[in-house]
Each structure stands twice: as structure tokens, then as C-alpha cells.
């Protein structure tokens, strides 16, 4: 069972930026590859970022490309989320995603394992 632990939600003004974590356990991080989704009340979930296994491949919602970059460090087991310019359409709560040998990277019910989620609040 893989673990995965999100962090560095918060409350901040729009604009502003926020880096959000994803810590992972296990030995088989580097073969896995990594989403980010979002969720607001009453709302779908959506997919927002998702790398490669390796990282060299990225992909993004268009609400937020540009503005947003996922990244990888799998010597850290950790992937991030750099968002910049945030909008108060940004507001959600924020889950990483996990699964080996993935093939749709936006397609939530793909992904195997989920962390608990990190909020993000943007005041207009």
C-alpha cells in the first residue's frame, strides 16, 4: 500500500502563489506516475497536473496552464505543484494521485492511490 501525505495548502490572496507537496512512501516511487486533482463543494472532481514516471513528460487542465507547474523529485519521493497567480476559481481541495503504468493521465478513476487532500483558499 502506497502512503501519500499532501501539504502546504493555505489561505492566500489572489494573485499570490502556493507550492503544494505530495510526500510518498515506499521504494517504487520513480515508477509511478503522479496527478494532481481538485475538488470544490458541490463540485466534480477535476484533474489539474500529472507527470511522467521519469518527469519528462508534464500535462495540465488549461485553467491553469501557464500559471501552474508540476515537477518531481524522486530521490525525495516527492512531487509538487508550483501555482502562481492564483484565481478564487483556484479554491479547492487539493489531492495527489498515484498509479504504475498509467495511460490517461486526466482520468481520475485510472489513478490507484490518493493522499488526503491539502485545502487551498484564494480571497479575491
Known amino acids: 500500500q502506497v502512503q501519500l501525505v499532501e501539504s502546504g495548502g493555505g489561505l492566500v490572496q489572489a494573485g499570490g502563489s502556493l507550492r503544494l507537496s505530495c510526500a510518498a512512501s515506499?521504494?517504487?516511487?520513480?515508477?509511478?506516475?503522479m496527478g494532481w486533482f481538485r475538488q470544490a463543494p458541490g463540485k466534480e472532481r477535476e484533474f489539474v497536473a500529472a507527470?511522467?514516471?521519469?518527469?519528462?513528460?508534464?500535462y495540465y487542465t488549461d485553467s491553469v496552464k501557464g500559471r501552474s507547474t508540476i515537477s518531481r523529485d524522486n530521490a525525495k519521493n516527492t512531487v509538487y505543484l508550483q501555482m502562481n497567480s492564483l484565481k478564487p476559481e483556484d479554491t479547492a481541495v487539493y489531492y495527489c494521485?498515484?498509479?504504475?503504468?498509467?495511460?490517461?493521465?486526466?482520468?481520475?478513476?485510472?489513478?490507484?492511490?490518493w493522499g488526503q487532500g491539502t485545502q487551498v483558499t484564494v480571497s479575491s
Open positions: 494521485a498515484s498509479k504504475n503504468y498509467i495511460s490517461h493521465y486526466y482520468d481520475f478513476k485510472e489513478y490507484e492511490y
Open positions: 515506499g521504494r517504487t516511487f520513480s515508477r509511478s506516475a
Open positions: 507527470i511522467s514516471r521519469a518527469g519528462g513528460n508534464t
